[in-house]
């Protein structure tokens, strides 16, 4: 029997309706907002801003929340509310001093090809950099595109190399001042040293002090880690969290704190040395592969400037997030950007209809309005922008 026009359009609206849902993620114990929390299905997933919100689109009802150090969450878009409220994973065991690191970590390495690409392969992309200067922001950039990677991980076998990344700019959004007060560019990361600070690092060995705990009944590991003395000058320190089902390294995150750090020259007369910084990164397992990748990853860095007469002190903030999605999919990435560039002076038209349909990563209340304030036409900054009025 055929159906009237009026009917097929009716089953096209519920076979490919979305739900929708704009809310907010706090800590359970002190009610404070929580970033970087994951929300995902099989389908589709986003991540929470620094206020904690996030919007989420899916023709699926089903929800996961998860963060690092936090108990996963499921729900569903029926049940949702306006506020959620994640739970810190109670560890099951007092930390103790590990005895079989050595064993544990080579059954890390055992499975390396089992659980990561250790191959080239495609995923889409989306990157955003913030730049505080002495608190406060002076710049935004938003980066949407496609992404090939030679490897996910580095063994004895494969060498980084200048070419490892491939870029497709898709879309940006960006706008900020190019100097500060004292006359000074602060020069952002490039896409090949950015997705290579990306990258999880061996913490273990005799110049670290480790402690192992277990939670979610057995099935995860976290291994922390301190830097001993013998570091001289830096202090290292983080967790690894291991599944103990495969031995998969689902979370990395490490706080670096660089002590009596010599500065280096800049050009006139400028000087400036890192302080400190942190990296958290985030890895999932695919239905599709068994492969895990890099879901998310935040890299903030600290920096101290100074000129030759010791007549200003400036502190910069640089924090870049990285979420992933369609890993390992079938699509062509044509390169159209160099990967050795200042990410800040990239130049690429901005798409308001794309920007304003994004929600992988919402810009927050902070954020909305250095917009509009570097936008007026008062402001005496120069400014860099590509986003139009």
Known sequence: MKLPVF????????????????????????NSPLEFVGIYNGKDHTMT???????????????????????????????????????????????????????????????????YPIYPYKEIFLLRGVLRYNGEITRIQDIQGKLERRTLLYTNEIDPDKKDFKVELTNMRKVGLVKDENDVYFIFESFHSLFMNLIPVNA????????????????????????????????????????????????FKMSVVLKNKPFQES???????????????????????????????????????????????????????????????????????STSKDLFKINYPYDQSYWNAQNQLLLTDEMLDFIEKVQDPSNEFKVRSNIKN
């Open 7 to 30: 009917a097929l359009f009716l089953f096209s609206l519920f076979g490919y309706s979305q739900n929708s849902k704009t809310a907010i993620v706090l800590d359970n114990a002190d």
């Open 204 to 251: 273990t060995g005799d110049n670290f002090d480790l402690t192992e705990s277990t939670f979610d009944n057995g099935k995860k590991i976290n291994i922390n880690f301190q830097s001993k003395p013998t570091i001289e000058n830096e202090d290292f320190s983080g967790h690894y969290i291991i599944n103990t089902e495969n031995y998969a390294m689902e979370q």
């Open 267 to 337: 050009g006139k007369k400028i000087k400036f040395r890192t302080v400190s910084f942190d990296k958290e990164i985030s890895l999932s397992k695919s239905s599709n592969t068994s492969k895990y990748y890099i879901t998310s990853a935040k890299y903030d860095v600290k920096v101290e400037l100074t000129d030759d007469e010791k007549s200003f002190t400036s502190f910069y903030d640089i924090s870049f997030i990285l979420t992933t999605s369609d890993n390992e999919g079938d699509f062509d990435v044509k390169k159209n950007v």
């Open 49 to 115: 801003n620094a206020d904690g919100r996030f919007q989420f689109s899916s023709s699926s009802d089903s929800i996961t929340f998860y963060r690092a150090g936090y108990d996963k969450l499921y729900t569903t878009f029926k049940k949702i509310k306006d506020t959620i409220f994640l739970n810190k994973s109670v560890l099951e065991l007092n930390e103790v001093t590990v005895t079989n690191e050595k064993t544990l970590w080579q059954k890390v390495g055992d499975s390396v090809k089992s659980n």
